[in-house]
T-cell receptor, first 116, second 117 residues
Framework: SAVISQKPSRDICQRGTSLTIQCQVDSQVTMMFWYRQQPGQSLTLIATANQGSEATYESGFVIDKFPISRPNLTFSTLTVSNMSPEDSSIYLC?????????????FGEGSRLTVL | AQKVTQAQTEISVVEKEDVTLDCVYETRDTTYYLFWYKQPPSGELVFLIRRNSFDEQNEISGRYSWNFQKSTSSFNFTITASQVVDSAVYFCALIRHGSSNTGKLIFGQGTTLQVKP
């Protein structure tokens, strides 16, 4: 199993500001995934972060709003830019165990953002 | 399009009762994987089980059991003799087979289970 650490675990932010969430994995992984969980809602994939290339965003998410970095095989950051109250969510980093899209994802504990 | 439906928003039981969490999915793919995750109050998602579309055998792991029925597109989860520590949000999820779908879990809305002492 992978150990995934996220920082911050929670934060309260002001409207219009940006916040960067860090995700550290204890082993090298090819792909890292960022999910969003809005209050009382399910999880939605934001983007896939590949080392050495641009992140791949899902429909409804754009790089200007959620820029992602992936400087090496164990680390990624997600920035939530120009935040509004609608961005209040839990943001979760995840990695896959195994290969081939079988989906057994390990998740970090998430970063709970509240935007005032 | 793929979709996962968990019709039960909240369930409340008393400790030691059995409880079944329902999951119905939609997909046109013949190869896919189904999952259950547990999200305790700490927020981390804990992987419980993965089942591929060609394996309809039911599975039992301790107090947990899963019933996969392709005929009804359902993948239900039963907790026997529930305990307070089972209180959490439970998510059912689906992923399409293939490397291009890596990481692209489609989650249901989740069922909040409260087990009272």
């Amino acid at each position: 199993s992978a150990v995934i650490s996220q920082k911050p675990s929670r934060d309260i932010c002001q409207r219009g500001t940006s916040l960067t969430i860090q995700c550290q994995v204890d082993s090298q992984v090819t792909m890292m995934f960022w999910y969003r969980q809005q209050p009382g809602q399910s999880l939605t994939l934001i983007a896939t972060a590949n080392q050495g290339s641009e992140a791949t965003y899902e429909s409804g998410f754009v790089i200007d709003k959620f820029p992602i970095s992936r400087p090496n095989l164990t680390f990624s950051t997600l920035t939530v830019s120009n935040m509004s109250p609608e961005d209040s969510s839990i943001y979760l980093c995840s990695v896959e165990r195994g290969t081939g899209g079988t989906g057994e994802l390990f998740f970090g504990e998430g970063s709970r953002l509240t935007v005032l | 399009a793929q979709k996962v439906t968990q019709a039960q928003t909240e369930i409340s039981v008393v400790e030691k009762e059995d409880v079944t969490l329902d999951c119905v999915y939609e997909t046109r793919d013949t190869t896919y994987y189904l999952f259950w995750y547990k999200q305790p109050p700490s927020g981390e998602l804990v992987f419980l089980i993965r089942r591929n579309s060609f394996d309809e055998q039911n599975e039992i792991s301790g107090r947990y059991s899963w019933n996969f029925q392709k005929s009804t597109s359902s993948f239900n989860f039963t907790i026997t003799a529930s305990q307070v520590v089972d209180s959490a949000v439970y998510f059912c999820a689906l992923i399409r087979h293939g490397s291009s779908n890596t990481g692209k879990l489609i989650f249901g809305q989740g069922t909040t289970l409260q087990v009272k002492p």
